[in-house]
């Protein structure tokens, strides 16, 4: 079965620091690669998403994530973080499995920005 | 356009019980999935519909099933609850013919579901 390992439950960076959320996965064909953002008491919003093609995806935000085959991370980065980007992050995989893609969330990294 | 609308927010149901939840997608998405959202488990898919067909199933026992209208609205319902059944349920819907499950997809506030 598919799984997706999002490494540290909280990361805390500083305002204006680099923000590294990591993510990996079990695919062993390449799938659908996806980062969402959850703020408190709403539903997800799309970060960004990996299909084919240029393996280094730009988002919203100023958020980034790069594909790596040969690693199977999808990790994802903002040169500088804004204290508005404080929220839970969520990697996502869609691979098929089964005769269907099947999504297959992380746990999410909660991030904290300090002033 | 008006975003995912979801209803109830808030419920809360008894052990036994059944439920069932809305789900409203943006207007023109025709593929709507469900998820379990719970602190225990995380994220986890329920299922996937499009144009009123069942097209892609997580691993969730058969208490939970869904159905989706011809206005691509959809429900989702929970038999016998038990209190593991206590999570949040969000809805997303997706304008893609390759659905919810390999595309962009537009997430609901939820629904808080309380089992006692």
């Known amino acids: 079965a598919q799984s997706v390992t999002q490494l540290g439950s909280h990361v805390s960076v500083s305002e204006g620091a680099l923000v590294l959320l990591r993510c990996n996965y079990s695919?062993?064909?390449?799938?659908?690669l996806f980062w969402y953002v959850q703020y408190p008491n709403q539903g997800l919003q799309l970060l960004l998403k990996?299909?084919?093609?240029?393996?280094l995806v730009k988002g919203i935000n100023g958020f980034e994530a790069e594909f790596k085959k040969s690693e199977t991370s999808f990790h994802l980065t903002k040169p500088s973080a804004h204290m508005s980007d404080a929220a839970e992050y969520f990697c996502?995989?869609?691979?098929?499995?089964?005769?269907?893609?099947?999504?297959?969330f992380g746990r999410g990294t909660s991030l904290i920005v300090h002033p | 356009k008006a975003g995912v609308t979801q209803t109830p927010r808030y419920l809360i149901k008894t052990r036994g019980q059944q439920v069932t939840l809305s789900c409203s997608p943006i207007?023109?998405?025709?593929?709507v999935s469900w998820y379990q959202q719970t602190p225990g488990q995380g994220l986890q898919f329920l299922f996937e519909?499009?144009?009123?067909?069942?097209?892609n199933k997580g691993n969730f026992p058969g208490r939970f099933s869904g159905r989706q209208f011809s206005n691509s609205r959809s429900e989702m319902n929970v038999s016998t609850l038990e209190l593991g059944d206590s999570a949040l349920y969000l809805c997303?819907?997706?304008?893609?013919?390759?659905?919810?499950?390999?595309?962009?997809?537009?997430f609901g506030p939820g629904t808080r579901l309380t089992v006692l």
């Open positions: 997303a819907s997706s304008p893609s013919l390759g659905g919810s499950t390999t595309d962009t997809q537009y």
């Open positions: 695919s062993s064909v390449p799938p659908y």
């Open positions: 990996y299909t084919t093609g240029a393996t």
């Open positions: 996502a995989v869609s691979a098929f499995q089964g005769g269907s893609y099947i999504p297959t």
């Open positions: 207007s023109g998405h025709r593929s």
């Open positions: 519909y499009f144009s009123e067909t069942q097209r």
